[in-house]
């Protein structure tokens, strides 16, 4: 297994700018590629201060210029509030920037309040999320395709710009339909889900409910591999963990807010926050989390890596106002000190702990020599 780091850009902090949220971010990045993170998430949401990333095709394209190692991946493209043969080149675009660093996460998103302001109807959505994977498969696979949906109509069509992996960047999916997970076990898809702020129990569920959809689909459910959205902070400072995990809350609360379609935006674009119903106290949310000092984080780490096996633990450094320098401390932690505890309780590096290899496609001009 490996670890990556997710940016949302959430702007609580009013004395912040949207400029200073990028150039943190960029910073988080080019840390991560120096602490030996495998990947850099970067999300997709419209018009609030939930996040800050209109386009993360275009975050990953900078970054792979400013980085030599490290994966770049989206998680998530939103598909419906897309044109798909132009997504479809940029995507193609940005693999051959990459240098084949791309990874591609995808999900039908959620927030309503983005797709009145982009002219597309939620109500519609997983069908046109399966239609725009239809076509994102022809499209990359094939040197021209046409298609006939519900939604999507495409005349004959060549994208000109080719991927550089073969035969596709891997494809990511977010979410827990069980639909989306059937279509991971019949497409050679990689399950992407979050645990928000529940228990480790919940991500547990969520991995039985897709090794139900793989069974169903003929496939072997042993060694799938999974990824896992995971809140974490590592600090000895009780203050730090404290602010983390409010942050943490509030980041839930902006969520179930625009998922509710319950939002009240001030100031332009800053959803005010407010509890919701089945609100967890604050020592519970901590509880749930990965929070605390090294030991602590270590322990509840192991713990979960038995209970649901991921193979990519995609890591939320950054929540609420969580100053950037608390983020980049609970980074260094991670590398430095619990994952050599991680190791250690299990006996071995952890590239070997999870024998679930990540399907990552070699670029064509590696694959040649």
Avoid at 133 to 141: A, S, T, V
Wanted: hydrophobic residues 40%.
């Amino acid at each position: 297994m490996d670890f990556g780091l997710f940016n949302l850009l959430q702007h609580r902090d009013r004395s912040k700018t949207s400029q200073d949220l990028i150039n943190e971010a960029l910073d988080h990045t080019r840390a991560a590629e120096e602490l030996g993170f495998s990947r850099v998430w970067f999300a997709e949401h419209h018009f609030s201060n939930y996040s800050l990333v209109p386009s993360p095709l275009m975050m990953c394209a900078h970054v792979a210029a400013i980085t030599k190692r490290i994966r770049v991946g989206s998680a998530v493209v939103i598909l419906p509030l897309h044109t798909p043969a132009r997504l479809i080149a940029e995507i193609a675009m940005v693999d051959a920037l990459s240098n084949g660093r791309l990874d591609v996460g995808v999900g039908s998103g959620y927030q309503n309040y983005e797709f009145e302001r982009l002219g597309a109807d939620i109500a519609n959505n997983k069908v046109m999320f399966h239609e725009m994977l239809d076509m994102i498969e022809l499209g990359l696979r094939q040197p021209n395709f046409s298609y006939d949906g519900t939604y999507f109509q495409q005349k004959q069509t060549a994208i000109n710009i080719r991927p550089v992996q073969d035969p596709r960047p891997p494809i990511w999916l977010a979410g827990k339909d069980p639909e989306s997970h059937r279509r991971c076990a019949r497409d050679g898809y990689i399950p992407f889900i979050s645990g928000g702020i529940g228990s480790p129990k919940k991500v547990r569920d969520l991995r039985s409910q897709i090794e139900d959809c793989y069974r169903e689909e003929g496939k072997d459910p042993a060694g799938i591999p999974i990824g896992v959205l995971r809140f974490l902070c590592v600090s000895d400072d009780r203050k730090e963990v404290e602010r983390y995990v409010d942050g943490a809350r509030y980041q839930q609360r902006i969520a179930v807010a625009l998922r509710t379609r319950r939002e009240v935006v001030a100031d332009d674009y800053m959803v005010e926050e407010a509890s919701f119903e089945g609100e967890p106290p604050l020592e519970r949310v901590e509880r749930n989390i990965l929070a605390g000092d090294v030991d602590t984080v270590a322990e509840k780490l192991c713990a979960e890596i038995e209970l649901y096996g991921p193979s990519h633990i995609n890591c939320y450094f950054q929540v609420g106002d969580v100053p950037s320098a608390t983020a980049l401390k609970s980074m260094e932690l991670l590398a430095g000190k619990v994952v050599p505890l991680v190791e250690k309780h299990f006996g071995k590096p952890l590239a070997e702990i999870n024998p679930a290899a990540m399907p990552t496609p070699r670029p064509l001009a590696l694959a040649a020599e």
